[in-house]
């Protein structure tokens, strides 16, 4: 069956330094992938998105890489703070004949910014 | 910044009870959505609606679950006699028109405890 799914349950990374967070996908027709945040006690946070006609998208401290060849998926985070401490979704996007798109949500990653 | 509220934050319930999970859209947006979170288990699609009526539902929204927009700026999901398996984190999401794929936003969630 089709499936999002994370490499690393755990991510430990000291304050400064570069966080990568990996995701897997297995549905070659998907065209859009979305990495959401998630702190305790909230709801998923929209960090980034990117569009299957696109390698690499970059945003204030953040940049989404996709491979479609190996239908890989990365979030890095340059100079990881700990308010950065969270867990990471990649989300898989499909649009619905009826209008909207509906997410697959991958496992997730709990990343941990350690002083 | 524009974001989507959810009512109750926490709401306890005997099993068999009916409960009203409540949601307040981005107000420009024209596609709802919710979801729920078992305890450490993903994030999962149950209903998207659109245009006063459901576009998918996954498997998991059964005969007693139910989704309206009563008036101009909410947006429900009624569970009707509900299940200890019921118990979860329940996101409403939001996105707007657009081509193609559209990111979500998600509320902080109403954590139903049946007991």
């Given at each position: 069956?089709?499936?999002?799914?994370?490499?690393?349950?755990?991510?430990?990374?000291?304050?400064?330094d570069?966080?990568?967070?990996?995701?897997?996908?297995?549905?070659?027709?998907?065209?859009y992938?979305?990495?959401?945040?998630?702190?305790?006690?909230?709801?998923?946070?929209?960090?980034?998105?990117?569009?299957?006609?696109?390698?690499k998208?970059?945003?204030?401290?953040?940049?989404?890489?996709?491979?479609?060849?190996?239908?890989?998926?990365?979030?890095?985070?340059?100079?990881?703070?700990?308010?950065?401490?969270?867990?990471?979704?990649?989300?898989?996007?499909?649009?619905?004949?009826?209008?909207?798109?509906?997410?697959?949500?991958?496992?997730?990653?709990?990343?941990?910014?350690?002083? | 910044?524009?974001?989507?509220?959810?009512t109750?934050s926490?709401?306890?319930?005997?099993?068999?009870?009916?409960?009203?999970?409540?949601?307040?859209?981005?107000?420009?947006?024209?596609?709802?959505?919710?979801?729920?979170?078992?305890?450490?288990?993903?994030?999962?699609?149950?209903v998207?609606?659109?245009?006063?009526?459901?576009?998918?539902?996954?498997e998991i929204f059964?005969?007693?679950?139910?989704?309206?927009?009563?008036?101009?700026?909410?947006?429900?999901?009624?569970?009707?006699?509900?299940?200890?398996?019921?118990?979860?984190?329940?996101?409403?999401?939001?996105?707007?028109?657009?081509?193609?794929?559209?990111p979500?936003?998600f509320?902080?969630?109403?954590?139903?405890?049946?007991?």
């Open positions: 069956g089709e499936s999002v799914g994370l490499h690393l349950p755990t991510l430990s990374v000291q304050e400064g570069n966080s990568i967070i990996n995701c897997a996908y297995s549905n070659s027709a998907s065209d992938f979305i990495w959401y945040k998630q702190e305790s006690g909230k709801g998923p946070q929209f960090i980034i998105d990117i569009r299957s006609n696109m390698d998208r970059q945003g204030q401290r953040v940049t989404v890489l996709l491979n479609k060849t190996v239908k890989h998926l990365s979030l890095q985070i340059a100079a990881t703070q700990p308010g950065d401490s969270a867990v990471y979704f990649c989300a898989e996007s499909f649009i619905l004949t009826g209008g909207g798109n509906k997410l697959t949500f991958g496992t997730g990653t709990q990343l941990k910014v350690e002083l | 910044e524009p974001e989507v509220t959810q109750p926490h709401q306890v319930t005997q099993m068999g009870q009916e409960v009203i999970l409540r949601c307040v859209p981005i107000s420009n947006h024209l596609y709802f959505y919710w979801y729920r979170q078992i305890l450490g288990q993903k994030v999962e699609f149950l998207s609606f659109y245009n006063n009526e459901i576009s998918e539902k996954s059964d005969d007693q679950f139910s989704v309206e927009r009563p008036d101009g700026s909410n947006f429900t999901l009624k569970i009707r006699s509900t299940k200890l398996e019921d118990s979860a984190m329940y996101f409403c999401a939001s996105s707007s028109l657009g081509t193609g794929n559209q979500q936003h509320g902080d969630g109403t954590r139903l405890s049946i007991l």
